[in-house]
């Protein structure tokens, strides 16, 4: 009997330890140096584990008894946010996979990763049916009828099948909508809309720390649009996703956020104030997010049909003396092009020429340029500025920390913001040949306005 007791303590530590693996193989092996493992949260990643890829694309992360079952990322290149790859890790059992830069993630063990990727296969073939049959305009009641009995006990069987499983939560949020009767493509169209969260449940601890919550909210928002009026699409869809998030005020905090920060670098004004205005800046206050806060203010502020936020300039008098003016007291030009520029930026120095030569072709009273260097280099800057003596010159002391750039929300040199004469921004071209297009349009608008005028 003492020896069977000795034999189980013997036992006990490796069962108490014992560690299940992930194992794979990159293809090529020789595109892939490095493999690291992330636990996915809500808000962030987590780090868990690193290995190193061996010659022949193999590698293997050891996992620990208390490794938290959830979805995992794997990064295999830089920049991350690119290079990477999500599955379940359920800490029952090792986990083998293929990664192919052509082909793809797939699995040689785990029963959860193959059981989901099956699913996703099988539904993305019967979704396949669905197309053909309304691609063909022709009407098959029996046919239709057959596509859609394969569709719901596809479905069934794999909710069945993935009892227990964390793969389980992502196939019942995944579940489609299936008509009880014959729909034209258009009816099918909106009912697939309409339902498109029927499933979903944004307070599901397991859907929050994966990618899922967000890569579904963001593909009905951008997926379901009217392409004649997108934005007004954009924004009616960014309130069905706040509605159907419900009483989850971090997640909303989260979802709104990304949605703003991708309308935000798009460039789409409206639709990122209309986000910011409506809902993200009063949930950055009330959670004391300043710095959100104010990259929604800072980004609303320098928005088309804004008044540009107001700096210092130097300015000659008429005795030809500088003295310190402002941007909102200028006078004299229909309009004003603020360049913001740097000395040390290639694409600055290959436009400012350009600027140059094409703000002397036209008149004074017409445009007149307003140059913001931001630099830190005050010497080399005072001299390349005698070179643009027809342009208002401003040193932004700070290059990204200047409170001119920052109020003008610039994030990239050159950038280009032109103002009508009561100094509200109209336009943001993004590059030279944009802006010379963009003005030649104003210069011909408001000559044609001017002749209208002079006829009436």
């Not at 780090?47 to 010659?55: G, K, L, W, Y």
């Not at 909303?252 to 409206?270: D, G, T």
């Not at 913001?340 to 140059?356: A, G």
Request: hydrophobic share 35%; charged share 25%.
């Amino acid at each position: 009997m003492i020896r069977k007791l000795l034999f189980l303590f013997a036992l006990l530590p490796s069962m108490l330890f014992a560690q299940h693996t992930i194992k794979g193989t990159f293809t090529p092996a020789e595109k892939f140096k490095f493999a690291f493992l992330y636990r996915v949260t809500a808000e962030t990643s987590l780090f868990v584990a690193n290995a190193d890829v061996a010659e022949d694309g193999t590698f293997e992360i050891p996992l620990d008894s208390n490794t938290i079952p959830g979805t995992y990322r794997l990064v295999y290149a830089q920049p991350q946010d690119q290079f990477n790859f999500d599955f379940f890790v359920n800490n029952k059992e090792d986990i083998v996979l293929n990664f192919d830069i052509e082909k793809g993630l797939t699995f040689d063990k785990s029963s959860e990763n193959k059981l989901y990727t099956s699913y996703n296969r099988s539904m993305a073939l019967v979704n396949k049916s669905i197309r053909n049959y309304y691609s063909s305009g022709k009407e098959d009641k029996a046919g239709y009828t057959k596509i859609f009995t394969i569709l719901k006990n596809t479905q069934d069987e794999f909710e069945k099948a993935s009892e227990g499983m964390i793969a389980n939560n992502f196939i019942k949020a995944c579940k489609p909508y299936i008509p009880s009767s014959l729909e034209d493509v258009s009816t099918f169209s909106k009912n697939i809309k309409s339902n498109y969260f029927s499933n979903i449940d944004f307070g599901n601890k397991t859907l929050q720390n994966s990618n899922f919550l967000i890569k579904t909210t963001i593909d009905y928002v951008i997926g379901f649009i009217d392409r004649n009026n997108p934005d007004a699409s954009y924004m009616e869809n960014i309130d069905t996703v706040v509605k159907a998030i419900g009483d989850n005020p971090k997640i909303k905090a989260i979802l709104l956020e990304i949605l703003w920060n991708q309308f935000s670098v798009e460039n789409n004004e409206v639709v990122a104030n209309y986000i910011g205005s409506k809902y993200l800046l009063n949930i950055a206050k009330a959670n004391n997010n300043k710095e959100l806060a104010n990259s929604i203010t800072l980004f609303k502020n320098a928005s088309i049909g804004n008044i540009g936020p107001d700096f210092n300039i130097e300015v000659k008098d008429e005795n030809d003396k500088i003295k310190v003016s402002k941007l909102s007291k200028l006078e004299g030009s229909n309009n004003y092009l603020l360049f913001f520029w740097s000395t040390t930026c290639s694409h600055c120095l290959d436009e400012i020429p350009q600027l140059k030569e094409y703000i002397k072709t036209k008149k004074k009273e017409n445009i007149q340029v307003v140059a913001i260097a931001l630099d830190n280099d005050l010497y080399r800057w005072k001299d390349m500025t005698y070179d643009y003596p027809d342009f208002l010159h401003v040193f932004g002391e700070g290059k990204w920390d200047n409170p001119i750039g920052d109020q003008y929300n610039v994030t990239g040199t050159p950038s280009y913001f032109v103002l009508d004469k009561d100094k509200k921004i109209i336009g943001k071209p993004e590059n030279i040949n944009e802006f010379k297009a963009y003005y030649e349009a104003l210069e011909k608008a408001n000559i044609n306005a001017s002749t209208e005028e002079t006829k009436n």
